[in-house]
């Protein structure tokens, strides 16, 4: 996407640039308006941020900071935020990503999110894996979970052609490892291979196992089986007890 930098001063922004600013974006559709403030300007950030909230393809040069706090204040959603911020301050921010996937799901579904996200930080914290990355993996696993019909196809036919026949309600966790690479510059193997494989357990990665026991059994699921319990002495143990019960519950609603 091309990028088109303004040098101004812009303070106070007067008519003349606003009218010229609107001016370039008329003729440079497929751009990104990017200002730039004058080094010696300590005006121009307070100034410009009442303007620049009125038009969505206005961004901050050089200051990834004011970058984040930015797509929160124009309330980008996630479909669009990768191409406005190409950089990978945005999946270390968890404030930042917490924001974007409660645009993307229903309150019911972002309370559960949070829900797994938080299980999936503590497990990992008891098994000495990164917190970060685990809570990422919770945060981000059903972010398509709730998308329009035959968004799953679309991206399966293209990418991932042989999950085309997979049961339609785990068709998300196979689609989330595209949408997030896509959108997100998001290429972290072990995250999206846990996301992946959050629906049908076929992966044996500590994250993987961590991320398909905090999914299952997030305390708002209100399922009290002692599995959980038992994730944070034996996670291998609780993993294969948990899949065996899913298995069963499967079998019961054939």
């Known amino acids: 996407m091309k990028e088109l930098v303004i040098l101004s001063d812009f303070s106070p922004l007067n008519y003349e640039e606003i009218s010229k600013i609107k001016e370039i974006h008329q003729k440079n559709r497929d751009a990104i308006i990017c200002l730039k403030k004058r080094e010696d300007n300590n005006l121009f950030l307070p100034t410009l941020n009442s303007f620049i909230a009125k038009y969505p393809y206005l961004h901050l040069a050089n200051n990834e900071k004011v970058d984040i706090d930015l797509a929160i204040h124009l309330e980008l959603d996630m479909d669009n935020i990768y191409k ?30 949070i829900g797994v996200a938080h299980v999936a930080s503590k497990l990992a914290m008891a098994y000495h894996y990164d917190e970060n990355k685990a809570y990422l993996a919770g945060l981000l696993h059903d972010i398509v979970k709730e998308v329009r019909e035959g968004f799953y196809d ?43 494989h959050h629906t049908d357990g076929l992966s044996n990665s500590l994250l993987a196992k961590i991320l398909y026991i905090a ?10 089986d002692g599995i959980l319990d038992l994730a944070f ?15 069963r519950y499967i079998k019961r609603h054939e």
């Not at 406005?84 to 917490?98: A, G, Q, S, T, V």
């Not at 229903?106 to 559960?112: L, T």
């Not at 997030?218 to 009290?224: A, G, T, V």
Request: charged share 35%.
């Open 84 to 113: 406005y911020y190409r950089h990978d301050l945005l999946i270390k921010d968890i404030e930042l990503m917490k924001y974007l996937t409660s645009k993307k799901m229903s309150a019911k579904r972002f309370k559960h999110t």
């Open 154 to 196: 679309e991206y399966l036919k293209y990418y991932d052609p042989t999950k085309l026949e997979a049961p339609n309600p785990i068709k998300h966790s196979y689609v989330a490892k595209y949408y997030l690479r896509e959108h997100l510059n998001l290429y972290d193997g072990d995250i999206l291979d846990a996301i992946y």
């Open 215 to 224: 999914d299952k059994r997030e305390p708002n699921r209100n399922i009290d």
């Open 233 to 247: 002495i034996d996670i291998h143990r609780a993993f294969k007890e948990l899949k065996l019960d899913v298995e």
